[in-house]
């Protein structure tokens, strides 16, 4: 099995930042799975965030992320993070990370096994 604990999230001013830490563990976890943030506001479906390989190869949703928000990766430390930069009150939500096997970078939800209890964004306008 796999665990995802996220880390990170707070209530932030518009304009602000947070940086989203996600620590995967676990017996079959491996450096080589890809790694995906995702969130949820109330009321919503799950929207994909960004996505990364484990060489660091990247995706992101461009409609709202428009270069506000990386993702990185240090596979020493099994740790993915989601750097949230120019916050709005729009990007209030629940953030999650999720994690699967194989390479090919993914915008689905339904492309991950395994995902965290996720951590609550909340920007204040």
């Known amino acids: 099995q796999v665990q995802l604990v996220e880390s990170g999230g707070g209530l932030v001013q518009a304009g602000g930042s947070l940086r989203l830490s996600c620590a995967a563990s676990?017996?079959?976890?491996?450096?080589?799975?890809?790694m995906g943030w995702f969130r949820q506001a109330p009321g919503k479906g799950r929207d994909f965030v960004a996505a990364i390989s484990w060489t660091g190869g990247s995706i992101t949703d461009a409609d709202f992320v428009k270069g506000r928000f990386t993702i990185s990766r240090d596979n020493a430390k099994n740790t993915v993070y989601l750097q949230l930069n120019s916050l709005k009150p729009e990007d209030t939500a629940v953030y999650y990370c999720?994690?699967?096997?194989?390479?090919?970078?993914?915008?689905?939800?339904?492309?991950?096994?395994?995902w965290g209890q996720g951590t609550q964004v909340t920007v204040s306008s």
């Open positions: 676990g017996r079959t976890f491996s450096s080589s799975y890809r």
């Open positions: 999720a994690a699967s096997p194989g390479g090919r970078l993914s915008k689905s939800v339904a492309s991950y096994d395994y």
